[in-house]
């Protein structure tokens, strides 16, 4: 879906985050120390053949 997604983003660790969506996207969430759990073990090298997407809580919060 080449069409609606952006440009891959770093944040300040150099860290990648894949595209942001040009739609709504129903997501879970936890509290913010679980999800920081998850998401740092999701960069470790065993889990280097997954495709994980992140919504920043800008994202999180858009309604259209």
């Known amino acids: 879906?080449?069409?609606?997604?952006g440009a891959d983003m770093y944040d300040k660790t150099g860290n990648g985050h894949?595209?942001?969506i040009g739609f709504?996207?129903?997501?879970?969430?936890g509290n913010v120390g679980v999800i920081k759990?998850?998401?740092e073990k999701l960069y470790e090298p065993?889990?280097?053949d997954l495709t994980v997407v992140d919504f920043s809580?800008?994202?999180q919060g858009c309604k259209t």
Request: hydrophobic fraction near 50%; glycine fraction near 0%.
């Open 37 to 39: 759990s998850i998401r």
């Open 1 to 5: 879906m080449s069409e609606v997604v």
């Open 46 to 48: 065993e889990f280097s």
């Open 57 to 59: 809580d800008l994202a």
């Open 18 to 20: 894949l595209r942001i």
């Open 24 to 29: 709504p996207v129903p997501i879970l969430k």
